[in-house]
Structures are given as structure tokens and as C-alpha cells.
């Protein structure tokens, strides 16, 4: 890859391990920047493990972690050597503020090898990106991808103003620490602490300091980082990506909100969202636009426009590499080529509030009455949100789980309408599940698939799509 067009493309992390290691690496290899997905990863850990790690990666990763205890006691519970036959897999803890040795053992360990297996056989930047939504296994999460080196850590779907100075602490052998939300409690938030010397009982090896770069969706997100990085070891916001609400995944909903008659909030963005890139190319970092750029003409767009390159999802999410399920991807990239995948702005979907972007496929819960037929279990529990309940404890609740269990534990009927279960939906996209339980997709535009197929059946490579995305720059890529 000539030096020009080097890391014009970010991919975006996609959760749940849509953005897998081998994407990741392939993408690094050609020069642009490969993203692990690092949402839920403890979850496909356990799924990968049940099905008897069968190209033996992880068992491969694990055997360079410093700390052996912890990845014997992980294969004595869930690595089972040629895969689970019959019967359910059994599933990680679900969160808490108080997790589980176990659980702590999941994380980090699920961290290390996904950036370990993207890092490896080349020394091309690896980013690992996770959801601010999601913040309690933060200091886990972000202490094990450091174990391995990781070179960025991006976030989004929340201001992660903490990010930055856990990553000090953890280098600098303090325990680290993070505040999660808590509804309804005096303080409004818990400290999620982890004291990893005492956890391994020992020192860390030495480890580098990975930059940050967090998502945001405008100039005064971007500058609010920046703002705030004046306070922080200087370097620790190495740039940005700026989403678009085009953009498949989570969205930032609009912010002069319109609503029906029922009083729900419709996907209707105006002036106000519209993102002023000269003020963010101000702020003198670098930026990478995403949302529906995933075109020579629009990374010429995203360039004119200030930016180092674009950040796209889609385009790497459908290619070879991805680790959507396969038979899914063929159905979605088929449909795609005839121009006949709908996707749609969900602003109920999602348990976390923000909108969502879902592609519309049959038998997915997408659709109607696969949503309805579907019994609303909460097993997994990623995206719970802690609230203090009244004898003073903390309780773990999401509006897509159970109705009546909701609202036993304090949360509002009408929060749970047409929400979705993305825990679930997710894990079985990527495979990652026990048969019965309904996909959900998320995905943008995908009119990039008429350029990259020559018929329904057709497919394409992470380095297929890299090179038509570069094809306009001068010089060319290799
Ligand atoms: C399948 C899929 C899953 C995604 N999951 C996440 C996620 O977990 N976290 C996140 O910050 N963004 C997520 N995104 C958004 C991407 O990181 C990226 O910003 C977006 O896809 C760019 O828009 P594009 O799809 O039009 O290229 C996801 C996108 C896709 C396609």
C-alpha cells in the first residue's frame, strides 16, 4: 500500500465479533486500520470454547498470556476438546458490579487473545473498539486488550471521558478504576474497581500506552474530548471517528427530536445534526468519517472535507473476512446486489434508546412475528443497566428482558415496547448461539455490493473491497 493511501480506511468496530480477529488482521495487513469488536467478547469466548476452539486459536493466544492460573481455570469450565454434541452451551456470568473472579477471568482473558490473534504476524496498528453503554466491564476489558499490546482503544455510544486516564492508571500499576451509571442512586454512579496485582498476584509485564480515539457524531463531542485532553497526559485523544446517522450500528438520536401522535420519537434528523467538519478539522486531529462513505467518491469527499480517511462497517461486515454467520452474509449480499435490502432507522429496538439501524431479513426479528413468537428472555444481561433498588442493593434490569419482571423491578411498560433483544439477536448473527434464537442485523447502505459482485452469488475479499475503496486516490495502491 503506497504511503498516501495509508490509513485512509478505519473499519468500524462491529459487535458482535462482526469485526473479528481475522478481519482486523487482514485489514491491518493492507495497510488500513483493522478493528477487533471487543462488545460481548467474553460471551463468544465461551461459544468459541464449547465448540472445541476447532482451528485451536485461541488455545494458541492463551498460551502466551502471563498468567496461566487464570486460563487453566477458564479451559477447566468451558473448553470442551472436539465440541458440545447435544444440549445448550452454557453461557459467561452476566455482569455486575461486583463481578466474579470467573467472570474477570472471561474478560481479560477474551480481550488478550482477540487483539493477540489480530496482532499477529505483523506489526500494522490494531484498534479494539467497545460501547460506553456498556461500562461495566470496562477495566477488564480494556486491561486485557492492553496485555496484548493493543495499539488503539476507540468507543462509542457514549462520552467515555474516563477512558483515557484508567489507561495511565493501569499503566502505572494502579488499580483501575471506572464509574457506571447507577439509576436511582444518590451518587448516580458505582466505582468498578480492579485491582489487577492482586487479581494475578503480580506485577504486570510491561505493556505500551494505546491511543484513544473515540466516535462522536459532532463538533461539540469532538471538542468536549479535546477540552478535556488538556487535563490529560498529553497525546491521549489521538483523533476521532465521526458517525454520521447513517450509519449502521447505534445512532446518536436527532437532537431536535420530533415524535408521533403516540408520542414516539421519529427518525427525523435535521439542520442541527448536521455535522460541522471544518470546526472538527479545527481541533487540529485526525478524523475519519463513517456512515454510508464507503465509495471512492465519498473517501474523496471525507479527504476534501479535512478528514484522514473514511470509517466504514458495511462494505468489511458483508466481505469474506467478516464473522457474520456465512449463510446469512450469502442471503443479505444476494439481496443487496438486487437493490432489494431495506434497511431501517429502529428507534425503539434497542434497549439502550438510541437508535439502531436494522436490515430488514426474513426470519429475523425484523420481522413481526418472529419478534412476537419469540419468548423475551434475558440470559446474557450485556446490556442491563444497574439500578439501586430499595433496600439500598443494586439490580441489573433491560427493557427488552421479560416485561413483567421490568417493570417488578422499577422500570417503565412502556420502555419495553418494540424493544429487542440485541444480546441474543447479535451472538446468533455471528454464530455465536443456541439454535432457536433469532438473528438481528444491523447494517447501512450497501450499494458498494453492485461493485464488488458479479452476480448474487458472488462475494469479495476485505482487500477486493480496500482497493475499489482507494481506486480514485493517486497513487493507486499497489
Ligand atoms: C454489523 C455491524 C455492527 C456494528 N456494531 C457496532 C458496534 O458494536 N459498536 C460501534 O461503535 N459501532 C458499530 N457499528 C458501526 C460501525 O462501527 C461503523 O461506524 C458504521 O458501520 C459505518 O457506517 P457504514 O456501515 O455505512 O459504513 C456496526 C456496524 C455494522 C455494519
Known amino acids: 500500500m503506497s504511503k498516501k493511501t495509508f490509513g485512509m480506511i478505519r473499519c468500524g468496530g462491529m459487535g458482535v465479533n462482526i469485526s473479528c480477529p481475522r478481519l482486523a488482521k487482514a485489514l491491518a495487513m493492507l495497510g488500513q486500520y483493522g478493528t477487533v469488536s471487543g462488545v460481548a467478547l467474553e460471551r463468544v469466548l465461551v461459544a468459541i470454547l464449547q465448540r472445541g476452539d476447532p482451528d485451536g486459536n485461541i488455545r494458541r493466544a492463551l498460551a502466551t498470556f502471563p498468567f496461566q492460573a487464570?486460563?487453566?481455570?477458564?479451559?477447566?469450565?468451558?473448553?470442551?476438546?472436539?465440541?458440545?454434541?447435544?444440549?445448550?452451551?452454557?453461557?459467561?456470568?452476566?455482569?455486575?458490579?461486583?463481578?466474579?473472579?470467573?467472570?474477570?477471568?472471561?474478560?481479560?482473558?477474551?480481550?488478550?487473545?482477540?487483539?493477540?490473534?489480530?496482532?499477529?504476524?505483523?506489526?500494522?496498528?490494531?484498534?479494539?473498539?467497545?460501547?460506553?453503554?456498556?461500562?461495566?466491564?470496562?477495566?477488564?476489558?480494556?486491561?486485557?486488550?492492553?496485555?496484548?499490546?493493543?495499539?488503539?482503544?476507540?468507543?462509542?455510544?457514549?462520552?467515555?471521558?474516563?477512558?483515557?486516564?484508567?489507561?495511565?492508571?493501569?499503566?502505572?500499576?494502579?488499580?483501575?478504576?471506572?464509574?457506571?451509571?447507577?439509576?436511582?442512586?444518590?451518587?448516580?454512579?458505582?466505582?468498578?474497581?480492579?485491582?489487577?496485582?492482586?487479581?494475578?498476584?503480580?506485577?504486570?509485564?510491561?505493556?505500551?500506552?494505546?491511543?484513544?480515539?473515540?466516535?462522536?457524531?459532532?463538533?461539540?463531542?469532538?471538542?468536549?474530548?479535546?477540552?478535556?485532553?488538556?487535563?490529560?497526559?498529553?497525546?491521549?485523544?489521538?483523533?476521532?471517528?465521526?458517525?454520521?446517522?447513517?450509519?449502521?450500528?447505534?445512532?446518536?438520536?436527532?437532537?431536535?427530536?420530533?415524535?408521533?401522535?403516540?408520542?414516539?420519537?421519529?427518525?427525523?434528523?435535521?439542520?442541527?445534526?448536521?455535522?460541522?467538519?471544518?470546526?472538527?478539522?479545527?481541533?487540529?486531529?485526525?478524523?475519519?468519517?463513517?456512515?454510508?462513505?464507503?465509495?471512492?467518491?465519498?473517501?474523496?469527499?471525507?479527504?476534501?472535507?479535512?478528514?484522514?480517511?473514511v470509517q466504514v462497517g458495511s462494505i468489511f461486515a458483508l466481505c469474506e473476512e467478516s464473522g457474520m454467520d456465512q449463510r446469512m452474509r450469502r442471503r443479505l449480499r444476494a439481496l443487496g446486489f438486487f437493490g432489494k435490502l431495506k434497511t431501517n432507522q429502529d428507534m425503539q429496538v434497542s434497549p439502550t434508546g438510541y437508535p439502531f439501524m436494522v436490515a430488514m431479513l426474513e426470519g429475523t426479528v425484523a420481522e413481526t412475528k418472529v419478534f412476537e413468537n419469540r419468548e423475551r428472555i434475558c440470559d446474557h444481561g450485556v446490556l442491563c443497566t444497574p439500578y439501586q433498588k430499595s433496600d439500598g442493593t443494586i439490580g441489573y434490569r433491560c427493557p427488552s428482558g421479560p416485561i413483567d419482571h421490568y417493570v417488578a423491578q422499577g422500570g417503565i411498560r412502556e420502555d419495553t415496547e418494540g424493544r429487542k433483544c440485541l444480546c441474543n439477536g447479535l451472538l446468533t448473527t455471528a454464530g455465536m448461539n443456541n439454535e432457536g434464537e433469532p438473528a438481528i442485523v444491523t447494517l447501512g447502505n450497501v450499494d458498494f455490493l453492485r461493485h464488488l459482485m458479479t452476480g448474487p452469488e458472488s462475494s469479495y475479499t476485505a482487500e477486493n473491497a480496500v482497493r475499489w475503496l482507494l481506486s480514485e486516490q493517486n497513487p493507486t495502491p499497489p
Open 70 to 309: 487464570i486460563v487453566k481455570e477458564v479451559m477447566e469450565k468451558y473448553f470442551v476438546d472436539g465440541g458440545v454434541k447435544k444440549g445448550r452451551f452454557k453461557n459467561a456470568p452476566s455482569f455486575t458490579i461486583n463481578p466474579s473472579g470467573l467472570l474477570i477471568a472471561l474478560v481479560v482473558c477474551a480481550n488478550y487473545s482477540f487483539v493477540w490473534l489480530a496482532k499477529e504476524g505483523h506489526d500494522h496498528p490494531i484498534t479494539i473498539n467497545y460501547l460506553e453503554k456498556i461500562a461495566m466491564p470496562h477495566p477488564f476489558a480494556v486491561l486485557g486488550a492492553m496485555l496484548a499490546n493493543v495499539d488503539f482503544i476507540t468507543m462509542g455510544a457514549g462520552m467515555a471521558l474516563l477512558i483515557p486516564e484508567m489507561i495511565v492508571d493501569i499503566l502505572e500499576g494502579r488499580p483501575a478504576h471506572y464509574e457506571v451509571l447507577v439509576l436511582g442512586s444518590k451518587s448516580n454512579s458505582h466505582t468498578v474497581l480492579f485491582d489487577f496485582e492482586s487479581f494475578f498476584g503480580a506485577k504486570l509485564p510491561t505493556m505500551k500506552k494505546p491511543g484513544f480515539i473515540p466516535v462522536v457524531s459532532s463538533y461539540v463531542a469532538a471538542n468536549a474530548f479535546v477540552r478535556l485532553s488538556s487535563r490529560l497526559p498529553k497525546g491521549s485523544i489521538s483523533g476521532f471517528g465521526v458517525e454520521e446517522n447513517t450509519a449502521a450500528g447505534h445512532n446518536a438520536p436527532p437532537r431536535r427530536p420530533v415524535f408521533d401522535a403516540g408520542g414516539n420519537m421519529l427518525p427525523v434528523y435535521g439542520e442541527k445534526d448536521v455535522i460541522d467538519y471544518a470546526r472538527i478539522a479545527s481541533l487540529g486531529l485526525p478524523f475519519w468519517i463513517g456512515g454510508n462513505y464507503a465509495s471512492p467518491k465519498k473517501l474523496a469527499e471525507a479527504l476534501a472535507l479535512g478528514a484522514q480517511g
